[in-house]
């Protein structure tokens, strides 16, 4: 099993270039199963979920070509299957993207529950409640989601809980189904709106998306598209706090700072010099002394939940103390036992993290337990006293892509054991 090897003590100062969103690609990968015509897909990350996604296709007997410079064309013309094994759904929860596709164009889909998740249960019944609605036949039978639909037709859906999949599931089933669908106390978060400007660019009838109340109008066939996924929010936001923690000067490129607000909001007060432009945010911490910040985790404009990990790493370095709630997963901490070995002073009260910060952390072998949680690793071990091991980092290799190689050439001490 591959593992990094992290000394720290170095100040990370240069230029990084962000990729392309991870959970912007995976619902626009399924997404291209309701084309007509060929989809070609552009600024797609080399990642291990994207890689599954596309297996997953591949599986279904989807013609998936992917180019060297990641571009990825997608033609769903010779699909001969509609099923999501488990063997595939268990490594990646988001394979239920192709849920609401496959039953929206072909009427059928057998999709395996995805089963326990180390963040906690993570069920899909609003997924099912929403394609209920609108009017598909769902039986659960043998760890599946067996689902049948002549033909769909447009409804009112009201989301109980803010999902982002689940949002995005129903609106790709949405957009060929029979009249007007609307999407109430809808995900807003700009995956959701890149999937919608996608489906747009196919011939989608789509308003709203970006706000709660997202509306479509059903149209009869989608053709084909070229299409450019938005950068990574999260890859950036795990970035910028590696140039807090480690008190160095980093420039990001192929950003949209607007999505980093509430990111870049808690970083100015843990004492960060922040300026941004059009596709570029500058983080300086040099010579400046980091303050532990309280965080909230929320849906999209607060905080993202897939950063609260990087903070409570920033935390365990900073002066004084800092609370950390995390209110998206039930078990979202996974990390503190980690940090705690590396001589993090964390106390944990229910949903929150009390982190008072430490003067040093001190190098020693962990385990990455899931994505969000190993990249809090990595940033810890980039300030900690001596070489960290950290194990199991197939996790971060789902949703980073190159980060060694990223790290390195800002002067991270980072390198690859096999
Ligand atoms: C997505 C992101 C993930 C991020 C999360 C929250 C992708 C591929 N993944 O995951 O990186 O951490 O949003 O921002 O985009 N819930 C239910 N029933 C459901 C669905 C969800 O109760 O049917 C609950 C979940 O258990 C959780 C909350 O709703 O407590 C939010 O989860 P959700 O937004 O659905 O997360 P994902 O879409 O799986």
């Known amino acids: 099993m591959e593992k990094l090897a992290i000394r720290g003590g170095h100040a990370l100062c240069g230029e990084t270039v962000i990729s392309g969103a991870k959970n912007a690609t995976l619902p626009i990968l399924a997404g291209a199963l309701l084309s007509d015509g060929k989809v070609r897909i552009a600024n797609v990350p080399h990642l291990r979920d994207v890689t599954t996604m596309v297996q997953l296709l591949g599986r279904m007997g989807v013609d998936v070509l992917v180019h060297d410079s990641m571009e990825v064309e997608v033609d769903a013309s010779t699909i001969s299957d509609f099923s999501a094994p488990y063997d595939l759904v268990k490594t990646m929860r988001a394979s239920i993207l192709v849920l609401g596709p496959l039953l929206a164009r ?31 036949d769902i039986e659960i039978k043998d760890g599946y989601i067996r689902a049948r639909a002549e033909k769909l037709k447009g409804a009112h859906v009201f989301f109980d809980a803010v999902s982002v999949t689940g949002t995005e599931n129903i609106l790709m089933a949405a957009v060929l189904a029979e009249g007007e669908t609307v999407l109430e106390n809808a995900a807003r978060e700009p995956e959701v709106i890149d999937l919608a400007n996608f489906l747009i660019s196919m011939g989608a009838q789509i308003t709203g998306a970006g706000s709660n109340r997202i509306i479509v109008q059903g149209v009869g066939s989608l053709s084909g598209t070229s ?44 004492g960060a010099g922040i300026e941004a432009g059009d596709d570029w945010v500058e983080l300086d911490m040099r010579g400046r002394k980091l303050q532990a910040v309280d965080i909230t985790t929320d849906p999209y404009p607060g905080f993202p939940t897939d950063m609260q990990a990087q903070f409570v790493a920033l935390n365990s370095v900073a002066a ?40 040093q952390l001190r190098a020693a072998p962990v385990m990455a337990t899931d994505l969000r949680a190993s990249a809090g690793l990595v940033l810890a071990a980039l300030v900690a006293d001596g070489e960290t091991v950290v194990d199991r980092i197939y996790h971060i290799d789902r949703g980073y892509e190159c980060i060694e190689e990223k790290l390195r050439n800002i002067g991270a001490d980072i390198r690859r054991l096999a």
């Open 106 to 136: 072909f009427g059928a889909a057998d999709v395996s529950l995805p089963g326990g998740c180390a963040i906690g249960a993570r069920p899909v019944d609003l997924h099912v409640k929403g394609l209920r609605a609108l009017g598909a």
């Open 320 to 359: 004084g103390t800092g609370a950390v709630t995390e209110t998206i997963f039930e078990n979202r901490f996974m990390h503190v036992p980690e940090l705690q070995r590396m001589g993090a002073d964390i106390g944990l009260q229910g949903h929150t993290a009390i982190v008072r910060g430490v003067k």
């Open 227 to 270: 299409y450019r996924v938005l950068p990574d929010r999260i890859e950036a936001g795990t970035f910028l706090v590696a140039a807090a923690i480690t008190g160095g000067k980093v420039r990001l490129r192929k950003v949209v700072p607007l999505h980093l607000e509430a990111i870049i909001q808690k970083l100015r007060q843990a």
